[in-house]
């Protein structure tokens, strides 16, 4: 399919069927985030599926922000851990002088690929930004340098939604 139609399609997934995803689906979207540009090609996320059960029912419970109920989240059979990995120069120095934090940039060009491809091999999902960062990771037992910075769920769409509205091109770029 042509990307640009695969952009313009995908919808965020907030309904999700039971049945679990082949592995090998879940490969070909991690492959196409690992392809993906970052800053100094550092390269710095990380990536943990979670498919048992218990935990997913653990993140859904204990680890959400208030305020904005997701209760269709634990439906999905898979919730990937999107996290960071910083390393010294491009994460903590560069940023002193641009004040530009690259490795978030480089986290959701990642995550974007991984949905698109999901996109393409019929799987639905959702980023989940509205999360406790310290409680997941504390639940999943993850090293001290690694950071949650979103969730993305993963699962077979029981419906399609519609796109948002999005702003027009003429509010939102500029040729000079
Ligand atoms: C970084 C990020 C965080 C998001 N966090 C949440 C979230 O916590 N809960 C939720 O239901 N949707 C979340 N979304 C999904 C957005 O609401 C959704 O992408 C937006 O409304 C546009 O709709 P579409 O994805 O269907 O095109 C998030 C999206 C992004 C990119």
């Known amino acids: 399919m042509d990307i640009l139609e695969t952009i313009k399609k995908r919808t965020s997934c907030r309904c999700y069927q039971e049945n679990a995803i082949p592995d090998d689906l879940i490969e070909r979207c991690l492959e196409a985030a690992r392809w993906a540009p970052s800053a100094c090609n550092q390269q710095p996320w990380r990536f943990i599926v979670v498919k048992d059960r218990e ?7 204990e680890c959400f922000l208030p305020g904005l109920p997701m209760p269709w989240a634990k ?9 960071s990995k910083k390393s010294v120069v491009t994460h903590f120095l560069a940023p ?8 978030l940039l480089d986290l959701g060009i990642a995550g974007e690929h991984l949905v698109l491809e999901a996109y393409e091999q019929g799987l639905g999902s959702c980023w989940i930004g509205w999360i406790q960062p310290r409680k997941i990771k504390k639940l999943l037992k993850l090293p001290f340098d690694m950071t949650p910075v979103s969730l993305i769920t993963l699962g077979y ?20």
């Open 75 to 83: 439906q999905a059979p898979v919730i990937i851990v999107l996290c």
């Open 55 to 61: 935990l997913r029912e653990r993140i859904c419970a």
């Open 96 to 103: 002193l002088l641009s004040g530009i934090n690259y490795h």
């Open 157 to 176: 769409p029981q419906q399609i939604s519609q796109p948002g509205k999005r702003l027009e091109l003429n509010e939102i770029a500029k040729i000079l």
